[in-house]
């Protein structure tokens, strides 16, 4: 026998089966293998065939054979698959898209075209043939899918009848015609997919997105009776707290989407869980995206910020304007500074910044009514707090809604008034469950079932649709009873909501590694960064169709138009999170900030970064970006969030250990963080004192730099001197290692601490040279943006009146009327009120020197009317007025008013210029003919003022507490030794005016 003849008697063996054929085809291969260098069509067309094989694999198929420009591949073959033909449709898809994909690379015009059709087979054995292959198909479908291909416009898809009846509910079709086909006797109908539907999931379990609202009646008829209100005028705030999964967002969204229905403008903005270390945060990143939409510009300047709050017309002033740019867009550059800050305190920028948002957020309400829904306050930083506190009144009289969710109950500053409503939600009833369970179930659950879910849900809505959703996973082969189903979920060691969420996304498949990866982005984050993450690594499924399949397993949800992506819980993206080893979350993590880096995908805010980096073990960078978030935050007066921030700087930098670069980033860090510390527990605090006092030991450290760089630190660690004494000290420490700085306006302010340390400890020869040498470095418009950083006054003013001090001290009266009156004139010319009020408390101590009473009174009465701002200044004010009314009439009632102002004082302020005004103090107690108690407060201030050295007025002091003694018929001795020493201080102080005095009581006491 011929091997021919062996060959055509092999027997025939195997089944018959349906599956589904696909051929695919290089459009015009011959022409473009003329157009193209043998081994370039070459290369492109095996890039071709191994991308449709690994597509093929991907989705369960069987590549059968690759010949020349085509090949051929079959689903539901060797295993047979219910949704063969989906899987065909699909990998068809793709295979065009790869197609397209390797045309834009190579530059050519590549196209394929796809038929597939469904139909019976015979799958035969050739094993025992001569056949090439150990299987055999044998059936129509083959060459009709050859056929069908034909029929295809190129780069797309074309699917028999009976291949569009199986896939019609996956995938959208358009209908191409019926085809006559070559060995075909009837037409044949042909289908062209174009895409998937967005209803349908392949992960079939989770079509499901969100069950209806149950259980919510009574909520949402009051916020709807509430909404008829605002939209009168009335503007009303509601407040819904409840536990986390207790359907706070369900219930906004449901009564959200019934406004929508209307017409309703809404505006939603969410607080974010590590959102709290950025001022404002819920609103200033939808305003960013929304100018950056606008312009198309990623990181808009301040010009297009502002640009695009004008186009909001009058309903956002200037001012506020101005406002908001600045929160959007940071410092001016260079950091010269903001001219609506200057002269405010934290606190006032700080309320600025909250109206100013206030009035941007409500200003479509002048259009008509508006729901304005603020979510999962209990993440807010402390403006966004502020806001909220203040929302309910700003809207009392506008045609708005605000209702916003937090998990702990908050009491805004109108709390208990009729426009404030709040809601705690507690858990579903049992009824309300069972409803629940059933539109889940999608027909009645079995028995038990309802019991079982409610019992462990404590009806908590989140966690009964998720425990359903995972029985209903689990029960296609029956529903267990209760001892099975409490054995399943100790099996899966499901204890809480979180286990149960980690189960859920375990059971996912693919879908659970694309969950895991986009929980590094964070809750929300953009979809173009997922995708660039994803192309780092291989993925079994489109990342589209994994968005979806997410979408339909209620894990996410889309937002903007399907361009940012948001886990439908927080808790769903903490178990993703959490499911991650520790190693590949720092991969991700690298990947992200490699990503950004190199510019592939937009920033993110240095928050944001700084946990990126600091989870990709990259500390330095880590503490780097938390520092600038930190500094953003100081400018914008959130202390608290600055802090946090730094807090978590300092870790970092702990961790990287000490080097040069560690170095640098932790003088920054405390350059940044003195000012919080300082406004958050106090400028003599301890804590302020202690960083201030390292950060300067540390810049000794540091070679061959410009101290002046670090001069915030230097200011710092002089203002919290522990005692005038030591800050006398460190100021001449200040001038010394700044004055060859290149920067004037730092030199300008190391003299600026010179001149206030040595005029209180006496030193008045150097307190007039240094006010000397800093006036020449003065310069008008650098002092506009220094003067809150430095004092919070003008530099000149200050030097001005302290020579004015100083002159009269060294017995120079008309000069220092001179000097104190200029002071003045330059505090009107700049027109800047706190240092026009610090010019007047020089001129009111200068009379107060003179024992010019009435003087002091006018003076009093002028700061009275100018710092109703500044309680301080007032207090200080009113302990002169005090004194020069009971030393010029009614004595016992100025020792009343100064005793009751004095108190004030120490609750507002801190007790600057003791020794004068505790001179004061006794001098009234002696009038009131209570002397006793007068020689006890100049004891006391004397001792206090010898230890701390703020010996200025100790000479006075001394002779005051002298001629008491006289008075009180003290021993000559006591008297004589006080005069003495007031003498010999005033002669070594070179302070004329205070030794004539002395003389003067010598002379007058015949001592």
């Known amino acids: 026998m011929t091997t021919r003849e062996r060959v055509q008697t092999g027997s025939l063996a195997g089944e018959r089966r349906h599956v589904t054929a696909l051929y695919y085809d290089i459009v015009g291969s011959t022409a473009l293998l003329n157009q193209l260098d043998p081994e370039e069509f070459g290369t492109m067309q095996r890039s071709l065939h191994n991308g449709a094989a690994a597509l093929i694999s991907d989705y369960n198929g069987y590549l059968e054979r690759v010949q020349g420009d085509g090949g051929c591949a079959y689903f539901g073959f060797p295993e047979s698959r219910e949704d063969a033909a989906e899987c065909a449709v699909a990998s068809a898809i793709e295979i065009v898209e790869w197609c397209e994909k390797l045309a834009r690379q190579s530059e050519s015009s590549l196209k394929v075209r796809v038929g597939i059709t469904t139909g019976v087979v015979v799958i035969a054995d050739a094993s025992k043939t001569n056949l090439p292959g150990a299987t055999e198909i044998i059936g129509v479908a083959p060459a009709l899918a050859a056929r069908i291909q034909s029929e295809a416009a190129p780069n797309s898809v074309a699917v028999a009848e009976a291949t569009y009846r199986l896939t019609m509910g996956a995938f959208e079709f358009e209908e191409i015609g019926q085809r006559h086909l070559k060995g075909f006797g009837e037409p044949v109908l042909l289908w062209r997919p174009v895409t998937r539907r967005q209803q349908f999931d392949r992960f079939t379990a989770y079509r499901r997105v969100s069950a209806p609202l149950i259980g919510r009646e009574v909520e949402l008829e009051l916020c709807s009776r509430r909404w008829v209100r605002a939209a009168s005028g009335n503007g009303q705030f509601i407040l819904l707290h409840g536990d986390p999964g207790i359907g706070k967002s369900r219930l906004i969204a449901e009564f959200r989407r019934d406004l929508a229905a209307k017409g309703v403008r809404t505006l939603v903005f969410q607080c974010q869980p590590r959102g709290n270390s950025e001022p404002l945060h819920p609103f200033l990143e939808p305003l960013r995206n929304a100018i950056a939409d606008t312009t198309g510009d990623a990181d808009p300047d301040r010009d297009a910020v502002t640009r695009y709050l004008r186009s909001h017309g009058s309903e956002v002033s200037p001012l506020n304007a101005e406002i908001i740019t600045f929160l959007v ?111 889940i179930w999608e027909d009645s659950p079995p028995d038990g079932l309802v019991a079982f879910i409610y019992e462990k849900s404590d009806g908590v809505p989140l966690f009964a ?103 439908r819980h927080v ?48 500390p330095v960078q880590a503490a780097r970006h938390a520092i ?49 510390v300082a406004a958050l527990f106090g400028r003599g605090s301890k804590q302020a004192r202690a960083i201030y006092e390292r950060g300067v030991s540390l810049c000794a450290t540091v070679k061959d730099r410009d101290r002046a760089e670090w001069f915030p630190l230097y200011w710092g660690w002089w203002f919290t001197a522990p005692d005038y004494e030591t800050q006398r000290a460190r100021s001449d ?23 206030a340390t040595n005029i209180d400890a006496g030193l008045h020869s150097r307190c007039l040279k240094c006010v000397e040498q800093g006036l020449v470095l003065y310069d008008e418009d650098r002092a506009r943006f220094n003067r809150g950083r430095y004092g919070g006054h003008d530099a000149k003013v200050c030097g001005l009146g302290e020579r004015a001090f100083s002159l009269w001290f060294v017995g120079d009266d008309n000069g220092a009327s001179e000097s104190v009156v200029a002071a003045k004139r330059w505090a009107e010319h700049i027109n800047h009120p706190n240092s026009m009020l610090h010019a007047l408390e020089f001129e009111i101590e200068l009379k107060r020197y003179r024992n010019d009473h009435p003087g002091v009174i006018a003076v009093s009465e002028r700061i009275g009317e100018l710092g109703r701002a500044t309680p301080g200044v007032l207090a200080k004010a009113a302990l002169f007025r005090a004194w020069a009314q009971g030393m010029s009439g009614d004595a016992a009632a100025g020792v009343l008013a100064f005793e009751t102002g004095l108190t004030r004082w120490r609750e507002i302020a801190t007790y600057e210029g003791a020794p004068v005004f505790e001179g004061m103090r006794s001098e009234l107690f002696e009038r009131a003919g209570r002397n006793d108690e007068a020689l006890s407060i100049l004891d006391s201030i004397i001792a206090a003022s010898t230890s701390s050295g703020q010996v200025f007025w100790l000479a006075e002091l001394l002779r005051q507490r002298a001629v008491l003694r006289h008075a009180l018929g003290e021993s000559q001795e006591a008297v004589v030794a006080d005069l003495r020493r007031a003498l010999e201080i005033s002669t070594e102080q070179r302070a004329a005016a205070l030794a004539s005095r002395v003389r003067l009581d010598l002379d007058r006491l015949r001592l």
């Open 628 to 676: 600038q978030a930190a500094e953003a935050c100081d400018v914008r007066s959130a202390m608290q969030e600055a802090e946090n921030l730094l807090d978590f700087a300092e870790k970092q930098l702990a961790q990287a250990g000490r080097n040069a670069e560690s170095n640098e980033q932790l003088l920054r860090l405390l350059t940044v963080r003195g000012p919080v």
């Open 733 to 755: 420490i200040l001038v010394q290692d700044l004055e060859g700085s290149a920067d004037p306006e730092v030199r300008l302010q190391s003299l600026h601490c010179a001149w």
């Open 571 to 618: 808790l769903i993206q903490e178990a993703a999170y959490e499911s991650l080893l520790k190693s590949e979350r720092q991969e991700i993590h690298t990947s992200v900030v490699n990503l950004i880096q190199s510019g592939v995908v937009p920033p993110l805010s240095d928050e944001t970064m700084a946990w990126h980096f600091g989870q990709a073990g990259q």
């Open 329 to 439: 867009a940071g410092e001016t550059e260079g950091g010269a500074g903001e001219a609506w800050q200057v002269d405010l305190s934290d606190e006032e920028i700080r309320a600025r910044a909250v109206e100013a948002m206030l009035s941007l957020l409500t200003s479509p309400s002048a259009l008509g009514p508006l729901l304005l829904i603020i979510e999962d306050v209990h993440w807010a930083d402390t403006l966004t707090k502020a806001l909220v506190a203040k929302l309910s009144g700003w809207i009392e009289t506008r045609p708005i809604l605000a209702a916003v969710t937090s998990r702990e109950a908050i009491a805004p500053d109108g709390f208990g008034d009729p426009n404030v409503l709040a809601v705690a939600l507690s858990g579903l009833t049992a009824q309300a469950t069972a409803e629940l369970i059933s539109t």
């Open 465 to 567: 649709e998720q425990l359903s959703l995972w029985i209903r996973e689990r029960a296609k082969a029956g529903l267990p009873d209760r001892a099975g189903l409490e054995a399943l979920l100790r099996a899966e060691s499901i204890l809480d909501l979180r286990d149960l969420i980690a189960a859920r996304l375990a059971s996912l498949g693919p879908l659970r590694r694309v969950a895991q990866i986009a929980s590094v982005l964070g809750r929300q984050f953009r979809r173009k960064l997922l995708a660039c993450v994803l192309e780092l690594g291989p993925l079994a499924i489109p990342l589209d169709e994994a968005i979806e399949g997410l979408v339909q397993a209620g894990i996410v949800r889309r937002k903007s138009g399907g361009m940012e992506i948001r886990f």
